[in-house]
């Protein structure tokens, strides 16, 4: 299995050029595409999750991650709450309520990988503690791809705010709700999962989710210079490269 998951890294890492390559050349992607990338991603993670975790606890987050998006995402297109006024266009396939189906799929697929590197971050013991260090810091790494990520599929046209915000046409209340998104599905998903929260750092087995987090990030940073977002393509160096430095020694000062 453990080969396997690397076989279907190599293949993510292939959508994630091609994709990227399309903003690099001043086009939008094929409304195929980032779906499709997306998909890879999610069956990547979550058999990634299913091995580490084990089933139940990984399925618990898949569920936990995916109920809380969605229904503050619905909530959001509705009434504008959580992250301010906007809607999907139809680009991400088909929606209900407002929210495409592939949307709790993404969030899942970045929020795992979050999860993982604030559990081997966290100097907390006490498990009610830790549940609430875990969950603060999954919600500030998740948020920090998006202050990269969310200009860039504006610009691609995935959504649209229907306000002129101060973060490259984003309200910032929008990085204050992906904050909260995560928050409460880590938070939650502690909760349920507390008798089997038996945490120990695998470095080998850790690396793919590591390799899925930095890539996606270094793709949109890369391609969003191309695009004239330079400014958030700087910002988000900044923000991704402290939880790069800060995990990677976890990870590959081990032989094996």
């Not at 396997?4 to 094929?30: C, D, M, S």
């Not at 990988?113 to 998740?142: D, H």
């Not at 008798?195 to 391609?223: H, K, Q």
């Amino acid at each position: 299995m453990h080969r396997r998951l690397w076989y279907l890294l190599g293949i993510y890492a292939l959508l994630i050029v091609y994709v990227e390559t399309f903003f690099v050349r001043g086009l939008r992607p094929p409304l195929w595409i980032t779906p499709l990338t997306t998909l890879v991603g999610f069956v990547l993670t979550l058999l990634h999750a299913m091995q580490r975790l084990g089933r139940r606890p990984a399925l618990t987050l898949l569920a936990t991650t995916a109920f809380v998006s969605f229904l503050f995402e619905a909530l959001g297109v509705a009434t504008g709450w959580v992250y301010g006024p906007y809607h999907y266009t139809d680009r991400l396939g088909p929606r209900l309520f407002g929210v495409p189906f592939l949307i709790p799929l993404a969030w899942f697929l970045m929020a795992y990988p979050s999860y993982l590197f604030a559990e081997m971050l966290s100097p907390v013991t006490s498990p009610a503690r830790r549940s609430l260090w875990v969950a603060t810091l999954s919600g500030l790494i998740m948020t920090s791809w998006d202050l990269v990520m969310d200009p860039q599929m504006v610009r691609g046209g995935h959504w649209v705010w229907e306000v002129e915000g101060p973060y490259f046409g984003i309200p910032l209340r929008n990085f204050w709700g992906w904050w909260l998104t995560i928050f409460v599905s880590i938070w939650l998903f502690r909760w349920l999962s507390r008798a089997e929260n038996r945490w120990e750092i695998e470095p080998a087995m850790d690396r793919i989710p590591w390799l899925v987090y930095f890539l996606t990030a270094g793709a949109s940073i890369f391609s969003s210079f191309f695009i004239g977002l330079e400014g958030s393509a700087m910002v988000g160096i900044f923000v991704i490269l402290p939880w790069l430095l800060l995990t990677a020694p976890h990870l590959f000062s081990h032989a094996g």
